[in-house]
Every structure is written in structure tokens, then in C-alpha cells.
């Protein structure tokens, strides 16, 4: 099965690229890689919520805001990759979490996008992370995501 085929079955499609909030791109390639800007967890240009995982932010909702984050960055990567059948793999992600100080569950958050990855790429969404606890990240977003994919 395809991931295009996957991303079907899964409810799933690719959404328009996000627009980049200052001076830089959503992705960019280099050589046989695509690395991401940091990706927020946005529908139609909307953040899906906002504040610290931990307060007013459930770990289970932050996972599915994970998600979402996920999928904004195959839209980024596919779009500077000629398509999402031109991703080989995907080979690091960073999970950038806005959090209280006593929250330690940013490894679960981050199973949100890992498990995406994963169910759409199988053995090849299988990658390195990093799951990290911040103060505060751009919007007040709770989540962000940068990602790196080997690309043909």
C-alpha cells in the first residue's frame, strides 16, 4: 500500500501548506532531504487550541494536536519533494512541547506524530526524536514539530 493509500484509509488527506508566520519557508530541501520549519497544530489556518499541556491542555488532547502537527509537516515536506511518494523515509523529528513545570509526559505527546508517521510510512515512518519540554512556543501554540525526511 502507498502512503498516499494509507493517508486515505486513515480518514486523512494533506492539507494547503501553512503560511510561514516570518521570514523563512515551511521546508526546504537539500540534497536527498526535506527538513521542516517547526509545524503548528493548524485546520484552515486555525490553531486547534492554544496554552500549556499540563494546565489547560490534556496529554491526550496535545497527542492529536501531535497529529495534526504531523500531517502539516508531510503537506511541507511533500510539497518541496515533488510529492508524498517522493518521501523515502522519515529520519529525525523534534516535538517541541509548551508545558507546565511538573508535566514529564513530552514522550507520550510526541507518540502523537511518531505513530503517524509510522502508520502511514510503516518501517520507513519509524525515525530518531527528541521530545522536548518549552515555556512557551509561537501563538501559545502547545505543540510544534520539525521534521527531517530522506526524499528521492
Known amino acids: 500500500m502507498t502512503p498516499q493509500e494509507r493517508l486515505t484509509e486513515l480518514g486523512l488527506t494533506l492539507p494547503e501548506v501553512t503560511s510561514p508566520l516570518g521570514a523563512y ?3 526546504t530541501r537539500s540534497g536527498d532531504h526535506v527538513y521542516t520549519s517547526g509545524q503548528l497544530p493548524t485546520v484552515n489556518g ?8 499540563g494546565a489547560e491542555v490534556e496529554a491526550e488532547a496535545a ?12 503537506a511541507a ?3 518541496a ?3 508524498l511518494s517522493n518521501i523515502v523515509r522519515i529520519v529525525k523529528v523534534t516535538a517541541f512541547v509548551a508545558s507546565t513545570p511538573d508535566f514529564t509526559g513530552q514522550p507520550k505527546v510526541a507518540n502523537g506524530a511518531s505513530e503517524l508517521f509510522a502508520e502511514v510510512f510503516g518501517e520507513a515512518g519509524r525515525h530518531v526524536r527528541s521530545a522536548v519540554g518549552v515555556t512557551v512556543l509561537p501563538l501559545d501554540a502547545p505543540v510544534e514539530l520539525e521534521v527531517v525526511a530522506e526524499v528521492r
Open 77 to 79: 515536506i511533500a510539497s
Open 81 to 83: 519533494a515533488g510529492g
Open 25 to 27: 519557508v515551511p521546508a
Open 46 to 53: 486555525e490553531l486547534k487550541a492554544t496554552g500549556k499541556v
Open 63 to 74: 497527542y492529536d494536536l501531535a497529529r495534526i502537527c504531523a500531517i502539516n509537516a508531510l
